[in-house]
């Protein structure tokens, strides 16, 4: 009896589990079954092997953002400038070189303002002339800091291509730079040379008979600058003006300087916007504290602006200033070179 009830034990048992098996196989298969599955909606890329031949490779180098896309577009930017002209069409014509005091500017507004060096182009409203293309113009020169050596001058043009002004704030040394300019004459105009960035923030001291001057903060080159190459432009390889050409050591090859173009751009954006530029002073000078050091000035701080001199009933007359006294900043912008000082003056309204 005990035999029996064991073996319907184990029967019900078996039946139970062939139950529960049954179940899950038909539950796992009925939830698989209602799983749609999407077909793939992407395409496969190709993939192009490329021989390592020049042809092949100079096929497939983009034209655009070349550098001689690039500088051909920024030469249409550049111009010649000279203080004479004759009858002719030609502002050369038989002139020496020497003798018509040709130079370079660079456009910078659609409509007419053409910015370069003050030894180019002479003092404010003086009158100079400048090629762009075979056209010569009449220019009038509206702006101009010999101690900067840079100008702007006016002429009476529409529709001109101006060059973009980059940011000479963030230089680096050994950084691919191109100067364009007209060398020698303007036979040879908008020649391009191309270095790199040697140095920033240099000093070097202008002899002029028994005269002395001192230009700072420049940016030094190796890129080949020539008389000629005065007021044209020294540009990245984004095809942005970082500096205007000024001078040379012709003591040394390859020893080349630019002004910073920070420096004149609120100028330059005045004249465009107004019309006009009115230059607020402090009623100081002040040289760099490394010029300083040249002229025996020399204050204990490494950095600053240098006040050699406070003008009588000048702004800077009238608040706690000394000569000798260093400015190493104003309304918190640190000062650290006086194109510095220039470039906050320059973007402030005199008062009236």
Same mark, same amino acid.
């Given at each position: *009896?005990?035999?029996?009830?064991?073996?319907?034990?184990?029967? +019900?048992?078996?039946?139970?589990?062939?139950?529960?098996?049954?179940? *899950?196989?038909?539950?796992?298969?009925?939830?698989?079954?209602?799983?749609?599955?999407?077909?793939? !909606?992407?395409?496969?890329?190709?993939?192009?092997?490329?021989?390592?031949?020049?042809?092949? =490779?100079?096929?497939?180098?983009?034209?655009?953002?070349?550098?001689?896309?690039?500088?051909?577009?920024?030469?249409?930017?550049?111009?010649?400038?000279?203080?004479?002209?004759?009858?002719?069409?030609?502002?050369?014509?038989?002139?020496?070189?020497?003798?018509?005091?040709?130079?370079?500017?660079?456009?910078?507004?659609?409509?007419?303002?053409?910015?370069?060096?003050?030894?180019? !182009?002479?003092?404010?409203?003086?009158?100079?002339?400048?090629?762009?293309?075979?056209?010569?113009?009449?220019?009038?020169?509206?702006?101009?800091? @010999?101690?900067?050596?840079?100008?702007?001058?006016?002429?009476?043009?529409?529709?001109?291509? @101006?060059?973009?002004?980059?940011?000479?704030?963030?230089?680096?040394?050994?950084?691919?730079?191109? +100067?364009?300019?007209?060398?020698?004459?303007?036979?040879?105009?908008?020649?391009?040379?191309?270095?790199?960035?040697?140095?920033?923030?240099? !000093?070097?001291?202008?002899?002029?008979?028994? +005269?002395?001057?001192?230009?700072?903060?420049?940016?030094?080159?190796?890129?080949?600058?020539?008389?000629?190459?005065?007021?044209?432009?020294?540009?990245?390889?984004?095809?942005?003006? =970082?500096?205007?050409?000024?001078?040379?050591?012709?003591?040394?090859?390859? =020893?080349?300087?630019?002004?910073?173009?920070?420096?004149?751009?609120?100028?330059?954006?005045?004249?465009?916007?107004?019309?006009?530029?009115?230059?607020?002073?402090?009623?100081?000078? +002040?040289?760099?504290?490394?010029?300083?050091?040249? *002229?025996?000035?020399?204050?204990?701080?490494?950095?600053?602006?240098?006040?050699?001199?406070?003008? @009588?009933?000048?702004?800077?007359?009238?608040?706690?200033?000394?000569?000798?006294?260093?400015?190493?900043?104003?309304?918190?912008?640190?000062?650290?070179?006086?194109?510095?000082?220039?470039?906050?003056?320059?973007?402030?309204?005199?008062?009236?």
């Amino acid at each position: *009896m005990r035999k029996k009830n064991n073996l319907r034990g184990k029967i +019900a048992f078996v039946i139970f589990v062939i139950s529960v098996l049954i179940i *899950m196989t038909y539950s796992l298969y009925t939830m698989y079954s209602n799983i749609e599955i999407a077909e793939p !909606t992407y395409q496969g890329k190709k993939t192009i092997f490329i021989n390592n031949d020049s042809d092949n =490779i100079n096929n497939q180098i983009e034209k655009h953002n070349t550098t001689e896309d690039m500088l051909e577009s920024v030469i249409e930017s550049v111009v010649g400038i000279s203080r004479l002209t004759n009858a002719g069409g030609s502002i050369l014509n038989n002139i020496s070189s020497s003798e018509l005091g040709l130079g370079t500017g660079i456009i910078v507004s659609e409509n007419g303002y053409i910015l370069s060096n003050s030894h180019v !182009t002479g003092d404010r409203f003086s009158i100079c002339y400048v090629t762009i293309d075979e056209n010569t113009y009449k220019g009038l020169v509206v702006f101009s800091e @010999p101690d900067l050596d840079l100008s702007i001058v006016k002429v009476n043009a529409k529709d001109l291509k @101006p060059i973009k002004l980059g940011d000479s704030s963030q230089l680096r040394i050994g950084r691919p730079v191109y +100067a364009i300019g007209n060398p020698i004459g303007y036979e040879f105009k908008r020649t391009v040379t191309s270095g790199i960035i040697s140095a920033v923030n240099r !000093t070097i001291k202008i002899e002029e008979g028994e +005269a002395e001057s001192y230009i700072s903060d420049l940016i030094q080159t190796d890129a080949t600058i020539n008389p000629g190459n005065s007021g044209g432009p020294l540009i990245n390889s984004k095809g942005e003006a =970082i500096g205007i050409n000024t001078v040379k050591i012709t003591s040394a090859e390859s =020893i080349g300087f630019a002004i910073p173009i920070n420096v004149i751009k609120p100028v330059v954006e005045s004249f465009i916007q107004n019309g006009r530029f009115e230059e607020a002073t402090l009623g100081i000078f +002040a040289y760099d504290n490394e010029v300083a050091e040249y *002229m025996k000035l020399k204050h204990k701080s490494t950095s600053g602006i240098y006040i050699s001199q406070i003008l @009588p009933n000048g702004p800077a007359s009238n608040v706690n200033l000394k000569e000798g006294d260093l400015i190493i900043s104003i309304d918190n912008k640190r000062l650290k070179t006086i194109n510095d000082l220039r470039e906050y003056l320059y973007r402030k309204e005199p008062r009236r």
